[in-house]
């Protein structure tokens, strides 16, 4: 079965402080992995996404996520957090395999940010 | 430009009733997706449409479940007879290309948040 895990459900972080929130795929075929950011009553803004080449993704907001095959790990980073960063964020996987749902989005649970000031 | 809209925003029913939820994807793209956000669930994918092509439901936890999309473009999600678990933000999603983009990002509507009572 796919799936996509974010290990913690809460992160917090002093403004200014680097900040990682972390997520581990199990996906068949070469997955595409994506990081998305939901504000209180808002529907899911997209960051960034790896799809291949380097396995270090910029993406908006300052955030940049690193891909790792070999631990299957996609986490999110931020070399200075902001208190405007607090929200919801989401890791999600396509499934790369031929056949399969075309881009049907994988989701974990969800990571809370908080940055305090 | 203009993203996916959603409507209602909000949509109060009693266990039961017919609901309609409707999206508007982003001009020219072609594929869209429903998803579903609840509390114990998570973020679960519904359904997919692709084009004419016929659509992909494998996601719909029941038969009250229904969607479709007229002319390519708006898309209406029926739940019929709903019931207390059907309470959750129905997100509806939209990517630019078809059957070549797997890796094209999904873009997001605001969602609708049915509460059934």
């Known amino acids: 079965a796919q799936s996509v895990a974010q290990p913690e459900d809460q992160v917090n972080v002093a403004e200014g402080n680097p900040l990682t929130v972390k997520c581990t795929y199990s996906?068949?075929?070469?997955?595409?992995l994506f990081w998305y950011v939901q504000y209180p009553n808002r529907g899911l803004q997209f960051l960034l996404k790896?799809?291949?080449?380097?396995?270090l993704v910029k993406g908006s907001y300052g955030f940049e996520a690193e891909f790792n095959k070999s631990q299957t790990s996609f986490h999110l980073k931020k070399p200075s957090a902001l208190v405007s960063d607090s929200a919801l964020y989401f890791c999600a996987a396509t499934d790369g395999r031929r056949g399969s749902t075309l881009g049907r989005l994988y989701f974990g649970r969800g990571t809370q940010l908080t940055v305090w000031p | 430009g203009a993203g996916v809209s959603q409507s209602p925003s909000n949509k109060v029913t009693e266990k039961g009733k017919d609901v309609e939820l409707r999206c508007d994807p982003i001009?020219?793209?072609?594929?869209l997706y429903w998803y579903r956000q609840s509390l114990g669930q998570g973020l679960e994918f519904l359904i997919y449409f692709q084009g004419n092509s016929a659509p992909d439901k494998s996601g719909l936890p029941s038969d009250r479940f229904s969607a479709e999309r007229t002319g390519g473009s708006v898309s209406t999600l029926t739940i019929q007879r709903t019931q207390q678990e059907d309470s959750a933000v129905y997100l509806c999603?939209?990517?630019?290309?078809?059957?070549?983009?797997?890796?094209?990002?999904?873009?997001f509507g605001p969602g609708t948040r049915l509460t059934v009572l």
């Open positions: 001009s020219g793209h072609t594929a």
């Open positions: 996906v068949s075929g070469n997955p595409y």
């Open positions: 790896y799809i291949t080449g380097d396995n």
């Open positions: 999603a939209s990517r630019l290309k078809g059957l070549a983009g797997r890796t094209d990002t999904q873009y």
